[in-house]
């Protein structure tokens, strides 16, 4: 079946730090992926998403590139802000089956 | 079109009692889902619907739950004999075919 694999967080960082947070998934076919952010009090929210295989999406500064080979989706910022800090998801849809979504890996900033 | 609502946004009830929340989607979407959302966690896939066909139910859905959409536009989802463990944030999202997810606000549930 579908599933998405997020590194464990909590993961704190200075703010205008560098930010990685890994993502990978199994899935058959060509799933579209996703990341979603969940700030504090809010819903979820989408954040960027790639259909194809060496997709780059972005938004806000992050950047996500689509990796096949490695099955990869991972989530970078070059300068994290405090205004960054919530819980980051990541996911995929294969083909308008149920949207999969990773256990989330929640992200503080520090001034 | 103000994206997708839900209500209410807390209900706290008893074990054993019966609840039912609502769903209304972005209008022009034809899929709709709904995930279950606790502390610390993703979300858990429950059920979606295109249109008014309920496609694809998890498996870890209990015969307590049972979601409906009758018209293809809004869903309710009614908790039968509610248990502490059903205690979470429910959440609804709509999409267009293979378009991202839109999530509304959750309704949070409280059993005491």
């Known amino acids: 079946g579908n599933s998405v694999t997020q590194m464990e967080g909590p993961v704190t960082l200075s703010e205008e730090a560098f930010l990685t947070i890994n993502c990978t998934y199994t899935a058959t076919g060509y799933p579209s992926l996703f990341w979603y952010v969940q700030y504090p009090g809010e819903g979820l929210q989408l954040l960027l998403k790639a259909t194809k295989a060496d997709d780059k999406g972005s938004n806000k500064g992050f950047e996500a590139t689509y990796r096949k080979e490695t099955t990869s989706f991972h989530l970078e910022k070059g300068s994290v802000q405090v205004s960054d800090s919530a819980v980051y998801f990541c996911a995929l849809d294969n083909y308008g089956q149920n949207f999969v979504f990773g256990p989330g890996t929640r992200l503080s900033v520090l001034p | ?112």
């Open chain 2, 1 to 112: 079109d103000t994206g997708v609502s839900q209500d209410p946004r807390h209900k706290i009830t008893k074990r054993g009692q019966n609840v039912t929340f609502r769903c209304d989607p972005i209008s022009e979407h034809n899929r709709l889902y709904w995930y279950r959302q606790t502390l610390g966690q993703g979300p858990e896939f429950l059920t979606y619907f295109q249109n008014e066909a309920q496609l694809e139910k998890s498996r870890l859905l209990s015969d307590r739950f049972s979601a409906e959409r009758p018209k293809g536009s809004f869903s309710t989802l009614e908790i039968q004999r509610t248990e502490q463990g059903d205690s979470a944030m429910y959440l609804c999202a709509s999409s267009n075919n293979n378009s991202p997810l839109h999530f509304g606000n959750g309704t949070r549930l409280t059993v005491t």
